[in-house]
């Protein structure tokens, strides 16, 4: 069992960038792989970005195209986190932004195969 705890989200300018955190709980937090999706009133939960547990992999990470190249995640499992740094944001990612953890080596693109959630963080960005 894992809890997650996301912080960071906030108002920002177009362009502007943000960090999003997620603390899990949970010794064996390197086995987990881990995930930020984002979700619309209204829409389906989309992906954003994913990075693979420690335990099997050299933490692989994948990312939603619209965000290749202005999005990273990383994880630090000393300390249970995993980020989502964001630059350059656009007024149509305002979402809210979920953590996802799934006890895995690999991680999904599907908020499906994910079986721990955050309450999610609000990110909003104006034009």
């Known amino acids: 069992q894992v809890q997650l705890v996301e912080s960071g989200g906030g108002l920002v300018q177009a362009g502007g960038s943000l960090r999003l955190s997620c603390a899990a709980s949970g010794r064996t937090f390197y086995n987990y792989a881990m995930a930020w999706f984002r979700q619309v009133p209204g829409k389906e939960r989309d992906f954003v970005a994913s990075?693979?547990?420690?335990?099997?992999?050299?933490?692989?990470?994948t990312y939603a195209d619209s965000v290749k190249g202005r999005f990273t995640i990383t994880r630090d499992n000393a300390n249970n986190m995993v980020y989502l740094q964001m630059n350059s944001l656009k007024p149509e990612e305002t979402a809210v932004y979920y953590c996802?953890?799934?006890?895995?080596?690999?991680?999904?693109?599907?908020?499906?195969?994910?079986?721990?959630w955050g309450q999610g963080t609000q990110v909003t960005v104006s034009s």
């Open positions: 996802a953890a799934k006890l895995a080596a690999w991680a999904s693109t599907g908020p499906q195969a994910y079986d721990y």
């Open positions: 990075i693979d547990s420690s335990a099997w992999s050299a933490g692989r990470t």
